[in-house]
């Protein structure tokens, strides 16, 4: 395949996944706020699952809590250069399954960008927990990240260096 036909190609799985993920994000968010009040929690699986309203102010697992402005700037700041870092590494990545876990991350960190934009927090629902262990709340932009953060460390950590002609 052309090199720009590939190029072409992966930029078409990133905007196309990178934007489902940015949808099912939003629509998901959408539905909470239009169900729930804030702090409000809905029991699903008992000592296992609860779909919750919460707003955090930090970043991933609630570090960096707290809704100072600065701190809001510091965190739509490192999510844009880490886009710009996504893109870079996407023009040069040469399969479409990095692709795909790039695209993931990027269309979970635009998720949650949206949401610090618009409100300053960002709007977790999906708490799991075992007894008194509870997993910080998390939403889809989240899931996204994590996963593709997991996929981008078993595709690089496996991949076979290649050898100097």
Known sequence: ????????????VFFFIAGAVIVIDRITKAVIMNRL??????????????IVYYRNTGAAFGIFRGGSNLKIIFLITVTGAALIFIAFMIRRCEDLITTLALSLIAGGAVGNLIDRLVSGSVLDFLDLYAGNFHWPAFNVADSAITTGVVATILIFSLKKPKRPA
């Open 37 to 50: 009040y804030p702090n409000e929690l809905i029991e699903v699986v008992p000592g296992l699952f609860n």
């Open 1 to 12: 395949m052309p090199e720009s036909a590939f190029l072409r190609k992966k930029w078409t």
